[in-house]
């Protein structure tokens, strides 16, 4: 599975990458996260609650950080086993774009599944990922003007609802990336 896609948010480029790299952030925006810590240098492990079609299960996953060019990209590899549900694993590439209007985050996400999760269809998984893309998008800009209230209060009028666009987002970023590892998307998914 391959997605790519981008988000305008209203906060700065450093802003964006502080919570991106913040284990609380993404545990609070990652849809059925239970669990995300450091487990080494650029490391982390987290579980993730899943349901996909008929399926549901507890991902336990493996995310490593590398190629970072802070605050600007980096590159995530990710790994997540379902036991008797499946695997997933891939990378994903984010990059931050300073603009007139805070930063656009771009990512693209390459991933591959196993097991039962891989026979419930690709079509299925997709619609999933994508799902789960846009809802952790939703997430993290809620949090993000919980966090940084000024930045969406002087934000362009033009620019809110482009936020609330289902094309605007495909797949998580560092958090898909996250949810890509545990077999379905994303970092980032995916952050």
């Not at 591959?112 to 026979?119: E, L, P, R, Y």
Request: net charge neutral; with cysteine; hydrophobic share 45%.
């Amino acid at each position: 599975m391959e997605m790519q896609g981008s988000r305008q948010l209203a906060i700065n480029q450093q802003q964006t990458w502080d919570a991106l790299n913040d284990p609380q952030v993404l545990k609070l925006c990652i849809p059925g996260c239970d669990k995300i810590e450091a487990s080494g240098e650029n490391q982390y492990s987290m579980a993730v609650s899943l349901k996909i079609g008929p399926l549901a299960a507890k991902f336990a996953g493996k995310i490593a950080l590398s190629d970072i060019n802070a605050p600007h990209s980096y590159t995530i590899a990710f790994e997540g086993q379902g036991g008797p549900a499946g695997f997933g694993k891939g990378n994903a590439k984010v990059q931050l774009h300073p603009n007139a209007e805070g930063v656009a985050l771009e990512y693209t996400v390459q991933a591959s599944v196993g097991g039962k999760i891989a026979q419930v269809g690709q079509r299925l998984i997709d619609g999933v990922a994508k799902s789960m893309a846009e809802d952790f998008f939703k997430r993290f800009d809620q949090e993000m003007q919980k966090r940084y209230p000024e930045a969406y209060a002087e934000r362009p009028a033009a620019v809110a609802p482009a936020a609330q666009d289902p094309t605007a987002a495909r797949v998580p970023t560092w958090v898909w990336v996250a949810a890509a590892a545990v077999g379905v998307v994303a970092y980032l998914v995916v952050r």
